[in-house]
């Protein structure tokens, strides 16, 4: 019996170990994490850099210093690239413009934090105040940009005076999978499953993907720096997963000005959802878009951005 016992133990470590070196293989196979985003990489980039509370924030400022203040807030993943075709209309609009990118994204450090509510509102709070922005901004979120957009403006009413919000994200508290949810396994299936196709999945959001190659080359640039899995990963556990309808419904009861502009190819966040929004935000101005995926703005320059510019002029 003893010996059986043996035998029996040594198979499980065996076992074990087998599974252990298999995926500490597949782990590092599938790893594009082999660089530092330090300050050698940082000069290289363009734009300029702020240090905060929870680590160095990307961003660019241009246009008059006297003017209306925008400030563009991207998604989950793409920087602030995500902006080039709205950023620079702005500026000649007359409006000063701000965009960043978001910790664990872009040229911004990936502090080893939960990534919630809370971080990404205290990032802008204190971005803001660094650059000496006092009177209200208009904000403009993209996807999660917009329930970031959302909150802030709940949290700091004061700081805000409009809103304007393409294709948002509207949480439910969904839970996630629990391949994702559940410690080191979460880990796991981030590095081997999810985040290998993040480059090519943002083809997804275009009606006309073929139309935009330089958009697909930038993305990989950030995924070589540590921490952007994590940062991704932690945003699914902590931010994804909550439920923020309240806070919409209190921007509506705000009476604030809110632009609402939607594609209607939307495979992310269905253009059904809007009607949800729509019904938490009566106030808001919606324009639907045909010919458009989850990024109208980026693909339909030349219909969205005169009507951002009329919005944002009033």
Not at 235 to 264: C, F, M
Not at 298 to 313: A, R, S, T, W
């Amino acid at each position: 019996m003893r010996q059986s016992r043996k035998v029996a133990a040594f198979l499980v470590i065996i076992l074990f170990s087998g599974m252990v070196s298999y995926f500490t293989i597949n782990y590092a196979r599938h790893d594009p994490e082999t660089s530092v985003l330090n300050d050698d990489v940082r000069r290289r980039a363009t734009g300029s850099f702020v240090r905060l509370s929870n680590g160095i924030t990307h961003y660019e400022l241009q246009g008059p210093p006297t003017a209306r203040t925008v400030v563009l807030v991207h998604g989950f993943s793409v920087p602030y690239y995500l902006w080039d075709h709205t950023f620079g209309p702005l500026v000649k609009a007359g409006f000063r413009v701000l965009r960043y990118d978001l910790y664990g994204r872009g040229f911004s450090d990936r502090p080893n934090l939960r990534y919630d509510a809370d971080l990404y509102d205290r990032q802008l709070a204190e971005l803001l105040s660094a650059l000496r922005i006092q009177r209200p901004v208009d904000l403009v979120g993209a996807s999660m940009g917009g329930p970031i957009g959302v909150t802030f403006a709940v949290r700091h009413p004061e700081r805000v005076r409009s809103l304007a919000l393409f294709d948002p994200a509207y949480l439910s508290g969904e839970s996630l999978p629990w391949k994702l949810r559940a410690p080191l396994v979460g880990e796991y299936f981030m590095c081997v499953d999810l985040a290998p196709g993040l480059a090519d999945g943002q083809k997804e959001d275009f009606i006309h993907p073929e139309r935009y190659p330089d958009y697909f080359a930038g993305y990989s640039e950030q995924m070589k720096y540590r921490g952007f899995r994590r940062a991704l990963l932690s945003t699914l556990r902590n931010y994804l997963a909550r439920d923020d309808r309240e806070e919409y419904v209190r921007v509506g009861q705000s009476h604030k000005p809110v632009l609402l502009i939607w594609g209607k190819g939307d495979k992310d966040v269905p253009f059904e959802v809007s009607r949800e929004v729509l019904q938490a935000t009566p106030q808001a101005e919606f324009h639907p878009l045909e010919d458009a995926g989850h990024v109208p703005f980026y693909e339909h320059p030349e219909i969205v951005n005169p009507v951002l510019i009329e919005f944002l002029g009033r």
